[in-house]
């Protein structure tokens, strides 16, 4: 069966060659400079998408700077620092680290102390975590694997070069959770072919979420253990899971992402397949969910028969027409197991809201699974042609508006622009948006949400916010604190994604709430 005590990653150099573009592009007020732009290259020096997007966003919070990115060298995201108005070398490349810095009143100088600090905290967490004497990191997946107990390794590279990486990692004979994305699906289907050869798991590519034998990886919730294991093509699907198991006093042992293409019928399920295995030969696994966008038919038919032969009982949460909702699936599996279903968390809006006849409903969400589900629940109420009618279900986690630029669960600033103009169309009725909290995500998402709703409600009384919130007490951003500026905000809040849908739906058919 899985199980984790570490997990590692190629590091960049930390003394590797740089290219410095000194402050340039003073801006002038009066004659007085008030902000420069600083770019710098660092060849070779590696770090993966996740420390970099952390990096980018506490450099921006810093009150001297107005804009910075840290991202390695790739072409989507030298064509974002040129949007941005940054001017980087043409030579520049993908291995090589790019900074880009724009401060107010003189500010290059403490930017540059941050950076270089936050790079050394990363470097140095859990590994060498900065002891004198302590072996420098591993620079290599095998020299890793050959260092500890591990059995899972977490690859964090471009799309393009995770093959090799991935396939090391097999080699040394560990399982494999590909947070990338981007990876040609001959390549998943090669390393799902070998990982299968050596009886081991590769979770993903796009696995952005798992816990194995208690520890989270990616976006993952603070949640209780408990009986139930978890297959997962998706996500966001998978959090929402965990989140209402633990709200319902029970838990989880593990959850095995499988990437969301896993259950395409160029894929065929291979690592569900595998992972239905791992947890029904696990004796304290008792009861599996198995959550997944909707899958390929004949790959939705493959797994139930896999389903049927196992030992451990299977239940389907597949966000579909005719299929059970999210919370539909946990109530399920919840009654399986012999406890009670309770009345999922909610939080009420301060103030009643009606919804004048004929406005829209427009769903703007982070994560993908969320926005399928809820637009499926939409349909099923208003009818096929949702389009026709104004209402619009858009994810801002989709590859289109990720393209050189961190997930809405870190940046939320494609989805805050969203609120906003949303608002100032009188065609819109209400607001349906989620919030998901764990490890990895936004430390406060409230913080930038909450004024933004505020704002959206204050000047339409016709208009009414509803959020689906996805989280946990023990979250790091702390459940009921969101969940609370949020409500004060102007929005109804609630725990079940499904439940949330079908508020907002409500509220378009002119109930008030």
């Not at 900074?99 to 060498?128: K, N």
């Amino acid at each position: 069966m899985l199980d984790v005590h570490a997990s590692s990653e190629r590091g960049g150099d930390p003394a590797a060659p740089r290219v410095h573009q000194q402050p340039h592009g003073y801006r002038q007020e009066d004659g007085a400079p008030v902000s420069a732009d600083w770019v710098e290259v660092r060849r070779g020096a590696y770090r993966d998408s996740v420390t970099l997007m952390r990096v980018s966003r506490l450099l921006a919070e810093r009150p001297e700077v107005s804009s910075a990115m840290t991202a390695m060298g790739t072409e989507p995201n030298l064509e974002l620092l040129a949007r941005m108005g940054f001017a980087v070398p043409a030579d520049a490349g993908p291995a090589d680290l790019v900074v880009a810095v724009r401060a107010e009143d003189g500010g290059l100088d403490g930017a540059r102390e941050a950076l270089d600090a936050l790079l050394e905290e990363a470097a140095s967490a859990p590994g060498d975590g900065g002891v004198l004497g302590a072996p420098p990191a591993p620079r290599t997946t095998a020299s890793a694997a050959a260092r500890g107990e591990a059995t899972v390794a977490l690859v964090s590279v471009p799309g393009p070069h995770v093959f090799p990486e991935a396939m090391d990692a097999l080699d040394a004979g560990l399982n494999v959770m590909i947070f990338s994305d981007n990876v040609p699906v001959a390549q998943e289907i090669a390393l799902k072919e070998a990982a299968a050869r050596r009886g081991l798991i590769v979770m993903g590519p796009d696995c952005g979420t798992a816990v194995v034998g208690g520890a989270g990886l990616g976006f993952a919730n603070a949640v209780r253990p408990g009986p139930v294991g978890v297959v997962a093509a998706s996500g966001t699907g998978a959090q929402q899971v965990m989140c209402l198991l633990d709200a319902a006093g029970a838990g989880v042992r593990h959850v095995l992402g499988v990437g969301g293409r896993d259950l395409s019928p160029e894929v065929s399920g291979r690592s569900a397949l595998s992972a239905l295995a791992a947890l029904d030969a696990d004796p304290g696994t008792e009861l599996i969910v198995l959550v997944s966008k909707p899958p390929a038919p004949q790959v939705a038919d493959l797994i139930r028969e896999a389903a049927r032969r196992l030992d451990t009982p299977v239940v389907f949460a597949l966000p579909a027409p005719g299929e059970d909702d999210l919370t539909q699936a946990v109530e399920k599996a919840l009654k399986a197991l012999g406890l009670t279903v309770p009345q999922w968390p909610r939080w009420a809006a301060p103030r009643p809201r009606r919804v004048p006849p004929g406005r829209a409903l427009r769903g703007l969400f982070a994560g993908g699974t969320l926005r399928d589900e809820a637009e499926v629940i939409a349909r099923d109420a208003l009818g096929w042609d949702l389009g026709a009618r104004g209402h619009r279900f858009t994810d801002f986690g989709d590859d289109a508006y990720t393209r050189g630029r961190a997930h809405p669960m870190i940046d939320p600033t494609l989805r805050l622009e969203a609120v906003a103009r949303e608002a100032a169309d009188a065609a819109c009725g209400v607001l349906l948006l989620d919030v998901v909290l764990g490890h990895g995500a936004e430390p406060d998402p409230a913080a930038s949400l909450a004024p933004a709703v505020e704002a959206a409600l204050r000047d339409r009384p016709d208009l009414a916010a509803v959020v689906s919130l996805c989280g946990t007490p023990a979250d790091p951003q702390g459940r009921d604190r969101q969940a609370a500026a949020l409500r004060d905000a102007g929005a109804a809040v609630f725990a079940s994604n499904a439940q949330a849908a079908r508020h907002a739906v409500a509220l378009v058919e002119g109930v008030s709430g």
